[in-house]
């Protein structure tokens, strides 16, 4: 009987492919970055670039010949007290003390003594802005006058009301005119006219060439002549010392 499985034959290893010897490796033993942890650690050095001609423009760090104080030790500052002397202090503002005069120990009883009690009047407290309560003049009373009280008994009360046209008695029901609807006839109608008279307007005023004056004009107050009166005399003007003298014959005796 014939096995109906299927036999696995062995392989030939020339005729797999694998890796070669170079394609293992082991992990470096220089540097510090994957490094045998089998070996140990070598101490290791790098080559730096050339650094810039700006750099000690840039650094500011101390050489090598800074100063250390002596007192400072690999454990600290190692030093006994010291003690500077200061300035002194501004002080933070002057005192508003009151002398003895600004005391009245007058105006106060000695506190030994018994007195009565004393009051004092304040100004009129505040009304608090949540307290809306309202004043005794916001009241009112309801009227007396009227049946609109439930709680009042009501005097009869009347009221006027406006003329009524229709069912009055001066509803006209004939609808004639009344003595005053008729006019009058003018009696010169029927009768002989009466004289009748107009008012004209006013004339013109007479032209006149001589202005003759009015008599307002003349003040016969001022006028003396039908007075009695003594006689007067006036300055006349100066005559001339060329002037010749009026002669006249003289009396023959």
């Known amino acids: 009987m014939e096995d109906s499985r299927l036999r696995k034959t062995r392989g030939i290893a020339a005729q797999e492919t694998g890796p070669g010897p170079g394609r293992y490796s082991l992990p470096p033993t220089v540097g510090f970055v994957n490094h045998d942890y089998t070996r140990f650690t070598s101490p290791a050095h790098s080559f730096h670039q050339r650094l810039n001609s700006s750099l000690p423009l840039k650094d500011s760090s101390p050489g090598p010949c800074y100063y250390v104080e002596p007192e400072v ?5 190692a030093r006994g007290p010291s003690y500077s002397m200061l300035g002194r202090h501004k002080p933070p503002g002057l005192l508003w003390t009151p002398g003895p005069g600004a005391y009245s120990p007058e105006r106060f009883p000695p506190p030994s003594q018994h007195r009565p009690p004393s ?5 009129r407290t505040r009304y608090r802005p949540v307290d809306h309560v309202p004043a005794p003049n916001s009241y009112t009373l309801p009227t007396l006058l009227g049946p609109r009280i439930p709680s009042k008994p009501s005097s009869p009360c009347f009221t006027i009301s406006a003329r009524i046209n229709r069912g009055s008695y001066s509803e006209d029901l004939s609808k004639a005119p009344g003595p005053g609807g008729y006019s009058t006839t003018d009696p010169n109608v029927y009768l002989c006219r009466q004289p009748a008279f107009s008012m004209l307007g006013r004339l013109q005023k007479p032209t006149s060439t001589f202005p003759t004056p009015g008599p307002g004009t003349h003040s016969p107050e001022k006028v003396t002549v039908h ?3 003594s006689p007067s005399y006036s300055l006349g003007v100066r005559h001339s010392e060329y002037l010749m003298p009026l002669i006249v014959d003289a009396a023959e005796w």
Not at 73 to 77: K, P, V, W
Not at 119 to 123: K, L
């Open 73 to 77: 030790t690999r454990f600290g500052r």
């Open 227 to 229: 007075w009695k009166r």
């Open 119 to 123: 009051f004092s009047m304040g100004a």
